[in-house]
T-cell receptor, first 113, second 109 residues
C-alpha cells in the first residue's frame, strides 16, 4: 500500500455520462497530481493541486475538471464522456519540493461503453 | 516544451543478458526518476537521480544521470524473468514531472 488511495478501482459507464474519481494523498503530502494512461497516449499529465490551489495544468480537456479540498483529498470530474476517455487514471502525491518523487495510487480504470 | 524520449520502446531479452535503456530529455533538469509498472498496476519508484554523475544501483538494475548530455540510462545486468515490466523515466521541471513513453521489457527464459 503506497499510502495514496484512489476510488473506485473500476468504473464502467456510458458515453455522455459524468463520473467523479477520488484520491486521498499520502499523509503529509500537500500536492496531488492527476495522470491519464491510455494505450495510444501513454502517461499524460492532467493537472496538479497544491494545498487546495491549482498549480499546473497539462493536457486536460475542458470536459474534465478537478479540485482539492481542505482535507487535501482531490476529485477529478469527467463529463460528457466519450469512448476515447477510457483509460487508467492515476493520482499521485508529494510534498512540494519533495526530491523523492511522487507516490502513485493504484489507479481507477475507467471504461466508457 | 519539455520532451522526454525513451528508447527502445520495446525490448525482448534473454535471461542472463545485459542491456541498457536510454532516456533523453530536452530541457535542463537535475531531477530524474525511474519508475517500474507491472501490467495493470501502479507505478513504483525505482531510482531518484538528483545530480550530474549520480549513479544508483538496486539488484540487477543500475541508473545513471548525465545532466550535461541530458541523458539517463537504466542498465540491466543478467536479466531475470521477474524484471519483465514497463520502465518509465520522468524528468522534473519546477515540480512538474513529465514521463517518457515507457520501455516494455520482456525477459524470456
Amino acid at each position: 500500500d503506497s499510502g495514496v488511495t484512489q476510488t473506485p478501482k473500476h468504473l464502467i459507464t456510458a458515453t455522455g455520462q459524468r463520473v467523479t474519481l477520488r484520491c486521498s494523498p499520502r499523509s503529509g503530502d500537500l500536492s496531488v497530481y492527476w495522470y491519464q494512461q491510455s494505450l495510444d497516449q501513454g502517461l499524460q499529465f492532467l493537472i496538479q493541486y497544491y494545498n487546495g490551489e491549482e498549480r499546473a495544468k497539462g493536457n486536460i480537456l475542458e470536459r474534465f475538471s478537478a479540485q482539492q479540498f481542505p482535507d487535501l483529498h482531490s476529485e477529478l470530474n469527467l463529463s460528457s464522456l466519450e469512448l476515447g476517455d477510457s483509460a487508467l487514471y492515476f493520482c499521485a502525491s508529494s510534498v512540494l519540493w519533495d526530491r523523492d518523487g511522487y507516490t502513485f495510487g493504484s489507479g481507477t480504470r475507467l471504461t466508457v461503453v | 516544451e519539455l520532451k522526454v524520449e525513451q528508447n527502445p520502446l520495446f525490448l525482448s531479452m534473454q535471461e542472463g543478458k545485459n542491456y541498457t535503456i536510454y532516456c533523453n530529455y530536452s530541457t535542463t533538469s537535475d531531477r530524474l526518476y525511474w519508475y517500474r509498472q507491472d501490467p495493470g498496476k501502479s507505478l513504483e519508484s525505482l531510482f531518484v537521480l538528483l545530480s550530474n554523475g549520480a549513479v544508483k544501483q538496486e539488484g540487477r538494475l543500475m541508473a545513471s544521470l548525465d545532466t550535461k548530455a541530458r541523458l539517463s540510462t537504466l542498465h540491466i545486468t543478467a536479466a531475470v524473468h521477474d524484471l519483465s515490466a514497463t520502465y518509465f523515466c520522468a524528468v522534473d521541471i519546477d515540480n512538474d514531472m513529465r514521463f517518457g513513453a515507457g520501455t516494455r521489457l520482456t525477459v524470456k527464459p
